[in-house]
């Protein structure tokens, strides 16, 4: 047990730094915020040897793979944009794959607003998200914590545009 809480301590640990060098990066350098994903590499090797120095006799593999599954869980939900597949960051991406090098003209000739935001919607409904009453839409009891996390988190890591 004791190894799952170290464990859990360095994702903690690491997230913290994941953010503080994001910050850092977006407020000098922007784009290349993308870079301090890196961190949880850099923090699966300080985790594992922590881990073994704990437990030489041998690899403590629950501790590993919690620290490992918590990473690819921050990574897949704020990475989540791009595997939804109505996502239009994921389709430009997959029309730029498949067509090669595109002009602004072009991306917008693949995309309507109605398509965009309709699906959006559709999905946000689905989910339990927001509820439709006569023609005005709500957020529901389920929505409105997640969207004050994203909100603050937003403004911690000084993202101003997106989704």
């Given at each position: 047990m004791a190894l799952l809480l170290v464990s859990i301590a360095c994702y903690l640990l690491t997230a913290l730094?994941?953010?503080l060098l994001h910050r850092a990066l977006a407020f000098g350098l922007g784009k290349i915020t993308?870079?301090?994903?890196w961190v949880f590499v850099l923090g699966?090797?300080?985790t594992i040897r922590i881990l073994y120095s704990m437990r030489p006799s041998?690899?403590?593999m629950s501790a590993i793979l919690l620290y490992l599954l918590l990473s690819a869980t921050h990574f897949l939900f704020f990475m989540s944009f791009f595997f939804d597949a109505r996502s239009p960051s994921a389709k430009i991406l997959?029309?730029?794959?498949?067509?090669?090098?595109?002009?602004?003209?072009?991306?917008m000739a693949h995309f309507s607003d109605g398509e965009t935001v309709v699906n959006r919607v559709n999905t946000l409904i689905y989910e339990?998200?927001?509820?439709?009453r006569g023609n005005r839409f709500y957020a529901s009891p389920k929505a409105i914590p997640i969207a004050r996390f994203l909100a603050w988190y937003r403004r911690l890591m000084r993202w101003e545009r997106g989704g």
């Amino acid at each position: 047990m004791a190894l799952l809480l170290v464990s859990i301590a360095c994702y903690l640990l690491t997230a913290l730094v994941h953010v503080l060098l994001h910050r850092a990066l977006a407020f000098g350098l922007g784009k290349i915020t993308k870079n301090s994903f890196w961190v949880f590499v850099l923090g699966a090797v300080v985790t594992i040897r922590i881990l073994y120095s704990m437990r030489p006799s041998d690899i403590p593999m629950s501790a590993i793979l919690l620290y490992l599954l918590l990473s690819a869980t921050h990574f897949l939900f704020f990475m989540s944009f791009f595997f939804d597949a109505r996502s239009p960051s994921a389709k430009i991406l997959f029309l730029i794959r498949r067509h090669g090098p595109v002009t602004r003209e072009e991306i917008m000739a693949h995309f309507s607003d109605g398509e965009t935001v309709v699906n959006r919607v559709n999905t946000l409904i689905y989910e339990g998200y927001i509820v439709e009453r006569g023609n005005r839409f709500y957020a529901s009891p389920k929505a409105i914590p997640i969207a004050r996390f994203l909100a603050w988190y937003r403004r911690l890591m000084r993202w101003e545009r997106g989704g």
